[in-house]
């Protein structure tokens, strides 16, 4: 049997005095719900579209698809009338909505809603703020505690070296052996006891499994870089709106505004004021166009925005953990209508069966597919000479302050010997005046 026929038995009670044709206003979105048109009628598709579908088949009713003309889900305008689809099932135009509505307050007082089968949770979405460059990546492997503990070491290790074991070497030399040694460098000792050398052992022993420790670390920030730390949070979402790093959009025609400036909480006035006053707006429609950069931020439910912007690691794009609210979902229906309990249960045989799931997995599988496509295919990438520069450079900054150091010692040891001769001369010119006195 097919599961179309296997659907419209199962329907056949809970569709007995169901009305035979409904209109049906929908705002499309997708992958929620759209519409095509053809020769011999329309077809729609999308996850509500395909509930409509599977509705039509239990109840066997037969539907006719009317678009808002302003494009809106519904609501209040400024002079107290309902917009969009919400005002259309208030003036009758309308006896069905779809298109992913949540249940509030307001919308419950002029429509009815079905039993609720999924969840609206609202959030926001940001560009991955990208690595850290890679030219100072040397200093990544350790944090700041772990760096002021190196250079306390590297400043007060010469000094007890010299107090226990160097005592006949100047400060000067034991820093430089120090220091070599750190720098995996051999250094003679051939003159101290048994006992120090063992003591000495120790600390070269440290000092290489310290080196090995770093340069694991180093070189798997080279492979996988850094990630910079966005915005993850709707406060700090707030903060970088009042600081205008950012600027946050809202979809239109939706109730995210509303839903910002009556919150309990500040900062989500500020966000909701915010985007008024500089009418941030985009159209749902364009969502999959809108490109996210650094110093932009977008609303919208999470199940939109990963449907559009995939998920890690296929995406540039950053879906914040942290939530606006979270909403049940359900058909609205005009106040009128005649057979919610009927069609309670057909929504209720569909959940248990597993369809809606498997609509939304098949949204997500194809998006999948497409990114995985985008994904290079060699996974053996080699590292590119830019990934060096860091270390290139401080390697010539240091082969450049040792050539200014050697030749600063050829300067010094020239006038040192070009003072002695000097030295040299007048002693033996002193000499010669005191013979000639004599």
């Keep these: 049997m097919s599961s179309n026929n296997s659907l419209r038995d199962i329907g056949e009670n809970c569709g007995m005095n169901f009305p035979r044709k409904l209109r049906v206003a929908a705002r499309q979105l997708s992958p929620i719900f759209f519409m095509k048109r053809l020769k011999k009628g329309a077809?729609?598709?999308?996850?509500?579209?395909?509930?409509?579908?599977?509705?039509?088949?239990?109840?066997?009713?037969?539907?006719?698809?009317?678009?808002?003309a302003d494009k809106n889900w519904g609501s209040l305008d400024g002079h107290g009338n309902w917009t969009g689809v919400m005002g259309m099932l208030l003036r009758g135009e309308a006896d069905m909505g779809l298109s992913h509505f949540s249940i509030t307050e307001e919308r419950v007082r002029v429509v009815d809603f079905s039993f609720p089968y999924d969840i609206l949770d609202r959030t926001f979405a940001t560009a991955q703020p990208g690595a850290f460059p890679k030219m100072a990546s040397f200093t990544y492997p350790f944090n700041t505690n772990v760096w002021i503990f190196i250079f306390c070491l590297i400043a007060m290790a010469p000094l007890l070296?010299?107090?226990?074991?160097?005592?006949?070497?100047?400060?000067?030399?034991?820093?430089?052996?120090?220091?070599?040694?750190?720098?995996?460098?051999?250094i003679n000792d051939s003159e101290q006891s048994c006992m120090r050398r063992l003591v000495y052992g120790i600390w070269i022993v440290s000092m290489t499994f310290m080196y090995f420790a770093y340069s694991g670390v180093l070189l798997s920030y080279l492979t996988i870089p850094w990630q910079r730390k966005g915005i993850q949070t709707i406060k700090e979402l707030a903060d970088a709106l009042a600081a205008r790093t950012h600027k946050c959009l809202a979809p239109k025609g939706t109730i995210d505004i509303e839903i910002l400036l009556n919150s309990t909480f500040d900062y989500y006035k500020e966000i909701g004021n915010i985007i008024l006053q500089n009418n941030w707006f985009y159209d749902p429609d364009d969502m999959k166009n809108q490109v996210l950069d650094d110093g932009k931020a977008l609303i919208g439910p999470r199940s939109l925005l990963h449907a559009h912007f995939g998920y890690e690691p296929f995406t540039t794009s950053s879906v914040s953990s942290d939530s606006f609210g979270v909403w049940n979902i359900a058909i609205a229906l005009r106040k009128d209508f005649c057979c919610i309990k009927q069609l309670n249960h057909a929504i209720l045989r569909t959940l248990s069966v597993g369809l809606y799931d498997k609509w939304w997995k098949d949204v997500y599988l194809s998006n999948l597919k497409l990114m995985l496509k985008l994904q290079p295919n060699d996974n053996n990438t080699p590292l590119p000479l830019g990934d060096f520069y860091g270390v290139f450079i401080l390697l010539f900054v240091g082969y450049a302050l040792a050539f200014v150091v050697f030749f600063l010692e050829i300067y010094a040891h020239y006038f040192k010997k070009m003072d002695a001769e000097k030295n040299r001369l007048v002693e033996s010119e002193e000499i010669t005046l005191e013979l000639q006195s004599e």
Excluded: C, W
């Design 161 to 186: 070296f010299r107090a226990l074991i160097f005592k006949k070497r100047s400060v000067s030399s034991v820093y430089i052996m120090i220091l070599g040694s750190m720098l995996k460098q051999p």
């Design 43 to 68: 077809t729609v598709s999308g996850v509500e579209g395909e509930l409509l579908k599977v509705l039509s088949q239990q109840l066997n009713f037969s539907y006719e698809i009317v678009k808002p």
